[in-house]
């Protein structure tokens, strides 16, 4: 097979960074070169070196002076939810009856599960994101519908079927053995088939009743290697109302402690409004707090608290998401720049090395996927961002005084979008560049 020599400034992170100074925490190469064959990354280095070690035949494709990084990498997106995103509600529980559950009970549909498969996969290449980790319907053919398109493109998904059987409408019910039988059979039919992984998902504690948890637990309990995402504790009034259905439970994080749901493959989007002893129960269990910034200031959830929860004796790991479509932007550059601003407010500062490791880097680790995705390591998967800092006149006119690596990527971090995106490389081939709309 005929290799590829991606040329450009490479940029590949070794671990957080600690400080704008953490020279150390990555890899960067001025000139720099990516060899790529048979979908994975051989070779990393200086373009001299790299081209050295490639065959005569090799085709050379020269990025300079943009920037090839991993792809991006989202932990928290809806599937059903992309002609939900940019809908008016007041808060949490007012959004989900009046727009998400409606246009959810559509993807009983497979052709419209289909069609939307397509569009969001064009989205997330667009943006540059090669991984995400998604909420699919109730509906067994939605996760069909993703897990087919997620294959024929090559990339690498983390999906599951919604579990739910109470507090939403008919259409969207499925029952305890419903709920295991199907999510059995998608793990059957799709777990490890190309890139892609299946994830046990109980939509969250409101939505389920506690037969339904016993039978999410036993899923965990047959597949023990499997991803598990849910939801915990992204608004006040959800958290009383789940606290309510439960009221044996010490708190909403005992819930999911109680049917074993807890542990280093779980995910659990937003996990704003902790108590102590919540966070000491995901840290002692590994699990991953998924911070959803845009969706979580689109309606008026709260704000993250970041560095409280990463910084204390015992700290919670944290992954970065869009949350689409309560969320509002496809772009991780977009996502980590509305994390920048909730930092700012609660006091604290992040630096745009944590940004773009949290995208790469560190969303891979909270996976445990980091030695397939997230670096330019050889070995991994080549799937590669190209981006440029000059993309739009605004870009462009701050570029002139930008003079360091890491006022570009603030800059990229800032400003950036789609646009930003000049290529987006799945499994070494180009994606966004062959987008037919």
Request: glycine share 6%.
């Amino acid at each position: 097979m005929t290799s590829i020599l991606l040329r450009g400034r490479t940029l590949s992170f070794h671990r957080r960074p600690e400080s704008l100074d953490d020279h150390a925490s990555y890899a960067y190469e001025e000139d720099g070169a990516l060899l790529v064959e048979d979908g994975k990354i051989l070779a990393r280095g200086a373009y001299d070196t790299v081209r050295a070690q490639a065959q005569a035949d090799a085709v050379e494709i020269d990025h300079r002076p943009h920037l090839l990084l991993p792809g991006f990498i989202d932990t928290h997106l809806h599937f059903p939810q992309m002609q939900v995103i940019g809908s008016y509600a007041a808060n949490l529980l007012e959004w989900l009856n009046a727009y998400t559950f409606p246009e959810e009970c559509r993807f009983v549909e497979s052709d419209h599960a289909a069609r939307i498969a397509g569009r969001l996969f064009d989205e997330l290449v667009r943006h540059g994101t090669t991984t995400a980790v998604a909420y699919c319907s109730v509906h067994k053919a939605s996760a069909d519908a993703f897990f087919a398109e997620s294959l024929r493109r090559g990339l690498c998904m983390v999906a599951g079927k919604v579990m739910m059987d109470r507090n939403a409408p008919q259409g969207l019910l499925d029952t305890p053995q419903m709920g295991y039988d199907e999510t059995r059979a998608i793990i059957e039919q799709w777990h490890g088939k190309g890139r892609n992984h299946v994830a046990i998902t109980p939509r969250f504690a409101i939505t389920s009743t506690p037969e339904q948890m016993e039978a999410a637990q036993a899923l965990a309990r047959d597949f023990p290697d499997l991803h598990i995402q849910t939801h915990l504790s992204e608004n006040i009034e959800e958290i009383d109302y789940t606290c309510s259905l439960y009221p044996d439970a010490i708190d909403y994080t005992d819930i999911y402690a109680h049917y074993g749901l807890l542990g280093e493959k779980t995910l659990l989007g937003h996990a704003i409004h902790l108590s102590e002893r919540e966070m000491d129960a995901l840290s002692e269990a590994g699990s991953i707090a998924v911070h959803c910034p845009t969706s979580n200031l689109f309606l008026g959830s709260g704000l993250f608290p970041w560095r409280k929860l990463t910084r204390r004796d015992k700290p919670v790991r944290v992954s970065v998401a869009t949350d689409i479509g309560g969320g509002t932007s496809y772009s991780m550059l977009r996502t980590l720049d509305e994390a920048y601003k909730i930092q700012q407010l609660l006091g604290e500062r992040l630096n745009p090395l944590e940004s773009f490791h949290m995208m790469t880097r560190g969303n891979a680790e909270a996976l445990g996927l980091v030695d397939r995705i997230g670096t330019l390591e050889p070995g991994s998967d080549a799937d590669i961002v190209v981006l440029d800092a000059s993309a739009t006149p605004a870009m462009a006119l701050k570029m002139e005084v930008v003079n360091r690596l890491t006022e570009e990527l603030f800059l990229l971090q800032t400003m950036g979008d789609d646009r930003a995106v000049i290529e987006t490389y799945v499994a070494g081939k180009p994606a966004k560049s062959t987008l037919t709309a």
